[in-house]
Nanobody, 113 residues
Framework: QVQLVESGGGLVQPGGSLELSCVVS????????MAWYRQAPGKQRELVASIDHTYNARYADSVKDRAIISRDNAKSTVSLQMNSLKPEDTAVYYCHMPAFDSWGQGTQVTVSS
């Protein structure tokens, strides 16, 4: 059974930075693409960034130039570094493995002064 566990959320001031991490277990991690999604209150879940098994990354326009997605195949982890955070980045962030349609439990990120 594939399991994804996120960590790293919290409260951060506007302009600050945060790194989210996701540990994957239960599968051969290195061959699969990974993604980060987020869902703000009253809004649909949206894709933030994705990275495939060849380390090619893609970003939503809303976070481009402010986010970096990375993966460590040896540790079966995927991370999302967010910089220059804005109040509109406030959301629950989810780790996602598309091949299995598996989701983590989510981690809250709140950007507020």
């Amino acid at each position: 059974q594939v399991q994804l566990v996120e960590s790293g959320g919290g409260l951060v001031q506007p302009g600050g930075s945060l790194e989210l991490s996701c540990v994957v277990s239960g599968t051969i991690y290195r061959v699969y693409a990974m993604a980060w999604y987020r869902q703000a209150p009253g809004k649909q879940r949206e894709l933030v960034a994705s990275i495939d098994h060849t380390y090619n990354a893609r970003y939503a326009d809303s976070v481009k130039d402010r986010a970096i997605i990375s993966r460590d195949n040896a540790k079966s982890t995927v991370s999302l570094q967010m910089n220059s955070l804005k109040p509109e980045d406030t959301a629950v962030y989810y780790c996602h493995m598309p091949a299995f349609d598996s989701w983590g439990q989510g981690t809250q990120v709140t950007v507020s002064s």
